[in-house]
T-cell receptor, first 114, second 117 residues
Framework: AQSVTQPDIHITVSEGASLELRCNYS??????LFWYVQSPGQGLQLLLK??????LVQGIKGFEAEFKRSQSSFNLRKPSVHWSDAAEYFC????????????FGTGTKLQVIP | GAVVSQHPSRVICKSGTSVKIECRSL??????MFWYRQFPKKSLMLMAT?????????EQGVEKDKFLINHASLTLSTLTVTSAHPEDSSFYIC?????????????FGPGTRLTVL
């Protein structure tokens, strides 16, 4: 069955430091992959998405993610973290082609320290 | 574009009563809408998928008689929690898809915090 795994439940980084949040997927075919961010008590905001083509995807707020088929990964990165980036981040995936259910990872909570 | 709203944002009700949550796509027509439940510090759990004009498809373990979903138009879906119990307290999030196929991108509402006393 298809799945999305986020190995890190909680990550703490210093403001200004670089960030990488891990996401691994398990899909039989080429998946569509997403990263969402959720602030406390809020809904989800799409950061970026990968459907096909260039494996390095640029998103909003300075985030990027790289699709690596050989590693079944879609890690989220940001070169310099801001205090406002503190939130919960969810990786999600679905099958390409036609409508399919989206599966979410368990989330990674990002804490930013001064 | 692609804005989804939810109403109410917060609701507190007594045990045994019913609560209706609305999900609206404000600037697009959504053939398919989704209802998720999120427990504290947990991921989103898909409850059901609703298509305009047809019955919702519920995920395994979700009681369809307890969580009534109606997708009356291309811009509105409602979730009614019937005979609410304290264990139904949760954060409910809806999302809408621009089309039933294609990119599968979902646009999420801001969520509704339900507290059952």
């Amino acid at each position: 069955a298809q799945s999305v795994t986020q190995p890190d439940i909680h990550i703490t980084v210093s403001e200004g430091a670089s960030l990488e949040l891990r996401c691994n997927y398990s899909y039989g075919a080429t998946p569509y992959l997403f990263w969402y961010v959720q602030s406390p008590g809020q809904g989800l905001q799409l950061l970026l998405k990968y459907f096909s083509g260039d494996t390095l995807v640029q998103g909003i707020k300075g985030f990027e993610a790289e699709f690596k088929r050989s590693q079944s990964s879609f890690n989220l990165r940001k070169p310099s973290v801001h205090w406002s980036d503190a939130a919960e981040y969810f990786c999600a995936g679905t099958y390409s082609g036609g409508y399919q259910k989206v599966t979410f990872g368990t989330g990674t909570k990002l804490q930013v320290i001064p | 574009g692609a804005v989804v709203s939810q109403h109410p944002s917060r609701v507190i009700c007594k045990s045994g009563t019913s609560v209706k949550i609305e999900c609206r796509s404000l600037d697009f027509q959504a053939t398919t809408m989704f209802w998720y439940r999120q427990f504290p510090k947990k991921s989103l759990m898909l409850m059901a998928t609703s298509n305009e004009g047809s019955k919702a498809t519920y995920e395994q373990g979700v009681e369809k008689d307890k969580f009534l979903i109606n997708h009356a138009s291309l811009t509105l879906s409602t979730l009614t929690v019937t005979s609410a119990h304290p264990e139904d307290s949760s954060f409910y999030i809806c999302s809408a898809s621009l089309s039933s196929g294609g990119s599968n991108e979902q646009f999420f509402g801001p969520g509704t915090r339900l507290t059952v006393l």
